[in-house]
């Protein structure tokens, strides 16, 4: 069974640029998660969906972060325009669904961002 | 906020067996306990989970005091790939409030 895909694997940016990441959950996972994991910590949720509609985004810095799933799958993350403490990786997770059925999530390799 | 308390790190030799512990004093009864691990460089994968009782899976188990309020995950026979920083996380019914904290880091000795 293929695992979560992520794209790209590392970035370099300036501050004030902007970037994209890419997440292509595992086929049939209804429930898809951006994570970002600043170095040293554990992973800090920023978004959850559920299909194509959004469970829980309490922790993404909306007036910078924003992400979409069109049609349920496949799902991008942007940041525009970025700072220096965006430096991190980020992870993309899924899971069959919410409740119970998320207690085991999957995670892909995760982007590593680096923003000078 | 993480809602467990975990030591930052913890060393064992190779083939013998890990407790690892995690403080929830405050868990609510509808709380389930989650430990994921992250192996250098790769994303956090599960480990196992419970509710009340103890339980075991192929990775490990996982021991659930009786009030709750703390659990240890037990790694029956220690490998250098075993080595990564695990995390112990509270989640209820509806997976709200998944929060990762520092977690521990393991280091295997071989």
């Known amino acids: 069974e293929a695992g979560v895909a992520q794209s790209p694997r590392y970035k370099i940016i300036e501050k004030r640029q902007s970037v994209a990441f890419w997440c292509n959950p595992i086929s049939g996972h209804a429930t898809l998660y951006w994570y970002q994991q600043i170095l040293g910590q554990g992973p800090k949720l920023l978004i959850q969906?559920?299909?194509?509609?959004?469970?829980?985004d309490s922790q993404l810095p909306k007036d910078r972060f924003s992400a979409e799933r069109l049609k349920g799958v496949d799902s991008t993350l942007k940041i525009q325009p970025a700072k220096l403490e965006d430096s991190a990786v980020y992870l993309c997770?899924?899971?069959?669904?919410?409740?119970?059925?998320?207690?085991?999530?999957?995670f892909g390799p995760g982007t590593r961002l680096t923003v000078l | 906020d993480a809602k467990t308390t975990q030591p930052n790190s913890m060393e064992s030799n190779e083939e013998e067996p890990v407790h690892l512990p995690c403080n929830h004093s405050t868990i609510s009864g509808t709380d389930y306990i989650h430990w994921y691990r992250q192996l250098p460089s790769q994303g956090p994968e599960y480990v196992i989970h419970g509710l009340t009782s103890n339980v075991n899976n192929r990775m490990a188990s996982l021991a659930i005091a009786e009030d709750r309020k703390s659990s240890t995950l037990i790694l029956h026979r220690a490998t250098l790939r075993d080595a990564a920083v695990y995390y112990c996380?509270?989640?209820?019914?509806?997976?709200?409030?998944?929060?990762f904290g520092p977690g521990t880091r393991l280091s295997v000795l071989p």
């Open positions: 969906f559920q299909n194509n509609g959004v469970v829980d």
């Open positions: 997770a899924s899971s069959l669904g919410p409740g119970l059925a998320g207690n085991e999530q999957f």
């Open positions: 996380i509270l989640r209820d019914n509806y997976g709200q409030n998944f929060v």
